[in-house]
């Protein structure tokens, strides 16, 4: 972007009094790009902490009411939130393993209780059989090794 261009005028008061609003006005650009940068750490900081938050909520209604529920957050909020893993459990075989959020082919807005159907057991895929996972809770790391790795 160009810079704007402001004819001088004639006389010295004016000269002077032009220097000084856009002396104030440079000093006042810098004064509020550093509030801004301060506001948006904040927010993020407060968004980090409500994704945090939802996390749990939704792990804690999860444990208590034995079943993904919905709402649930999304891929991005749960990983914003520190909570990248999902433990998850085969409801043929009972074979539980984690599932690590960021590496998922779905998009980052998938609400992560829609997972459920879409992941599927290994070994129960070999054996011809796809059964849907059940999930557990979101963790935020893994908890079972994977055996296949």
């Known amino acids: 972007m160009a810079l704007k261009h402001h004819p ?3 006389s010295g008061g004016d ?4 220097a000084k609003e856009l002396g104030r006005a440079r000093a ?13 750490a904040k927010g993020e900081a ?16 999860w444990w208590s009411d034995g079943g993904p529920l919905d709402p ?13 893993w999902l433990q998850i459990e085969c409801s043929r075989c009972k074979a539980a393993r ?16 829609d997972l459920a159907s879409r992941l599927r057991c290994r070994k129960c895929a070999k054996a011809g059989k796809r059964p849907g996972a059940t999930l557990l809770q979101l963790a935020q790391r ?6 296949e790795t």
């Open 142 to 147: 893994a908890r079972h090794p994977d055996p």
């Open 8 to 10: 001088t005028p004639l």
């Open 46 to 61: 407060l968004i980090r902490q409500a994704d945090k938050l939802l996390c749990e909520s939704v792990n804690e209604r």
């Open 98 to 113: 984690d599932v690590d959020l960021a590496t998922l082919a779905h998009p980052s807005t998938t609400f992560v209780h």
């Open 72 to 84: 649930s957050p999304t891929i991005d909020q749960a990983i914003n939130g520190g909570y990248s």
């Open 28 to 40: 006042m650009t810098t004064i509020l790009a550093v509030q801004s940068s301060e506001a948006r």
């Open 15 to 18: 000269r002077k009094a032009l």
